[in-house]
């Protein structure tokens, strides 16, 4: 996402979390507010509740593609290091803070956990 | 003893298939209309598919016969100044949902009902002979965008033009360049769509652009530029405040455009500098330039299939910044081979 934001308490994974067993069993998928668009390789999204739109870049549309309530955060995390050339611990990071914001923002729901 | 009312003037449209039967009570609330829709005035329509829109005078906000509901919330309150990159209206209003309806309150001015749905709009408008035409036509080509969004035929705040079948976007707010930009294009011959309000429509293969003419309106500073417009004679150029107005196909020999395919879109800013210059854009920076002058979120199904003819349109097209540089005269030959370069 183009602007950072700030993680509340209101997070799926806690940003300090490397416990696989959390990992496994956290499961996200789109909220049904949501219309995305795909282009060039981002993805623009909308909030139909709010009016908002967000822009997700490369990596941020992959992460969204794949939140469909079918794959967990590991699993997630596993075809990020596949499709990019990225360390596995940075691959995380980032996923996890980015997640954590689109949960934030209503874009994301969280299932099991 | 009560008078008997005249019953109101019934005036009727068709715009691209979508017919519409307008109710005025006065002749000064079909005045403005009848001018906003003048290339779509119509003998007869199909009026078991038509959208039914109707405008009362009133003299007092307490005559208005509006009711809400416990479940009515408001959706969107502004004071009528530029916003965030919105232009402003200079008109203060807040939007209420109520169920299927949306209810525009004006204030001192009027309200608007509209039920997107059912496909009828009703405005109240308190002593409309103290109001500037132009102000009915704004109340009136409100409440029609808000029925024909639910008709799938949405408007965007652009310039559009045509030529040789293919069509070019300009989305900006007053000050950008959109209207100088226009009438540079359209003085070299580009056929004329509309200078603030094309509609759009998805046909399944790609997305149209269809013309909707109305007077195009100029500030000082643009009718500097053009030599045609210094000169052209008061019952042509009409005043107006703050902007003058004129109707294209009398100054320019060029004629309505038809419904085409838009090709290109540019968003203008103006610099202080000889020459304009032309920028690729990423399509998703292109999308995020174009959501605030098109789409606004009353009612969350429309907004979804109006978000994904957005989005289609802007894979369709090829999107450029234009650095608009003082060189006015000289965009065609800027743009023109962006065009015929999309088309091959």
């Known amino acids: 996402m183009s602007d950072p934001l700030q993680v509340t308490s209101r997070q799926a994974v806690s940003d300090r979390t490397t416990d696989r067993r959390i ?91 | 003893m009560t008078p008997v009312k005249k019953p109101p003037e019934a005036y009727l449209f068709s715009v691209y298939g979508v017919p519409i039967r307008y109710l005025a009570e006065l002749p000064l609330l079909a005045t403005p209309v009848n001018e906003l829709l003048r290339h779509f005035r119509r003998d007869s329509i199909d009026e078991s598919d038509a959208l039914t829109m109707c ?39 807040e ?94 011959g580009y056929r004329y769509l509309s200078d603030d309000h094309p509609l759009i429509r998805d046909v399944g293969t790609h997305v149209e652009v269809l013309p909707f003419p109305i007077k195009i309106h100029v500030t000082d500073a643009t009718i500097a530029f053009f030599p045609e417009l210094l000169h052209a004679p008061h019952h042509i150029l009409q005043s107006g405040s703050p902007k003058r107005s004129f109707h294209a196909e009398d100054l320019y020999p060029t004629s309505v455009g038809d419904c085409c395919r838009p090709t290109v879109m540019l ?44 989005a289609k349109l802007v894979q369709q097209v090829a999107s450029y910044r234009l650095s608009f540089g003082r060189n006015i005269l000289d965009l065609p030959k800027l743009i023109t081979p962006l065009l015929e370069q999309k088309a091959c």
Request: include cysteine.
């Open chain 1, 23 to 113: 990992l496994d069993r956290v499961i996200l998928r789109h909220s049904h507010n949501v219309q995305g668009a795909g282009m060039e390789g981002e993805t623009v999204l909308l909030d139909v509740s709010t009016s908002r739109y967000y822009t997700l870049n490369r990596m941020g549309s992959v992460i969204w593609e794949y939140c469909t309530g079918q794959h967990t955060v590991s699993d997630i995390h596993g075809f990020l290091c596949d499709r990019f050339e990225v360390a596995p611990e940075q691959a995380l990071d980032d996923l996890v803070v980015l997640i954590n914001q689109l949960v934030e923002e209503g874009l994301l729901v969280v299932e099991g956990g």
């Open chain 2, 55 to 93: 405008f009362r005078a009133v003299q007092r906000r307490t005559d208005i016969p509006l009711t809400l509901s416990s479940s009515a919330h408001r959706v969107f309150s502004g004071t009528g100044s530029a916003v965030e990159g919105r232009r402003g209206t200079g008109l203060p209003c």
């Open chain 2, 95 to 188: 939007v209420i949902q109520d169920g299927s309806c949306l209810i525009a309150d004006f204030h001192h001015v009027g309200v608007l009902v509209m039920d997107g749905m059912k496909g009828r709009a009703e405005g109240y408008l308190i002593q409309p002979e103290t109001l500037p035409a132009n102000l009915i036509e704004y109340v009136f080509h409100l409440a029609l965008i808000e029925l024909l969004r639910h008709r799938g035929l949405y408007t965007i705040h652009a310039s559009a033009l045509e030529k040789h079948g293919r069509g070019i976007l300009i989305p900006a707010y007053s000050g950008c360049g959109k209207t100088t930009s226009f009438i540079a294009l359209l003085r070299s």
């Open chain 2, 267 to 310: 968003f203008p800013h103006v610099i202080d500098a000889p020459h304009s210059q032309i920028e690729l854009l990423p399509k998703s920076v292109a999308l995020q330039s174009l959501l605030p002058k098109a789409l606004l979120v009353y009612d969350p199904e429309v907004a979804r299939r109006e978000f994904q003819v957005l």
